[in-house]
């Protein structure tokens, strides 16, 4: 990898999981990857994590890319953490190898200037996204923040959109910027 562009972030469509569409952001450069891998969420320790499936084994997404790039395994002595603290942002410049005795606590905040909130609060309407909360009963335990570009877990109701209480939100701050977006689709409830 000898000419390897930081600056050509490409965004995954994951599907649906935990309440939402879910998009994932990697370097152009490894796009080939997903000809081999077959893509998809896990739940692992309280944080959503894209898994990378050859057929035959998951291997964390973040893992993968690492090794890629660096042609090396990563030893289970060390860890792939995320500098900003968002699983779904796997671009290269954002991950940190990073010895097991140490701890890491990443600059996690819905920060408005953060490379993936911009990313993601700027892409169309997905009309899937429609589709999805139009057909779904939102019965579960485990569902995350609603606002695109939030990746917040929640294990209880928060904030429910006012109107058709079914889209949940982790602070009144993602319900209000999401709401614009969120009312392509919102059904109210009946009284």
């Known amino acids: 990898m000898d000419n390897v562009r930081f600056n050509t972030p490409s965004v995954i469509k994951l599907g649906s999981f935990a309440g939402k569409i879910k998009y994932c952001l990697i370097d152009a450069f490894c796009i080939p990857l997903l000809k081999i891998f077959q893509l998809k969420i896990k739940c692992v320790n309280h944080q959503l994590i894209v898994m990378a499936n050859d057929g035959f084994e998951d291997i964390a997404l973040h893992n993968l890319i690492w090794e890629y790039v660096h042609q090396y395994l990563v030893s289970e002595n060390y860890t792939i953490c995320h500098r900003n603290g968002i699983t779904m942002d796997n671009r290269l ?67 429910n959109c006012l109107q058709c209480r079914k889209i949940k939100y982790c602070s009144q701050r993602c319900r209000t910027m999401d709401a614009d977006v969120h009312s392509v689709f919102c059904n109210p409830t009946s009284p």
């Open 93 to 159: 410049e954002n991950l940190l190898l990073l010895s097991n005795n140490m701890i890491y606590l990443p600059l996690k905040s819905p920060s408005l200037t953060s490379f993936y909130w911009n990313i993601v609060s700027n892409l169309p309407v997905d009309m899937d996204e429609v589709d999805y909360h139009n057909s779904v009963s939102h019965e579960s335990s485990l569902y995350e923040c609603h606002h695109a570009p939030c990746t917040q877990l929640l294990s209880s109701e928060q904030f």
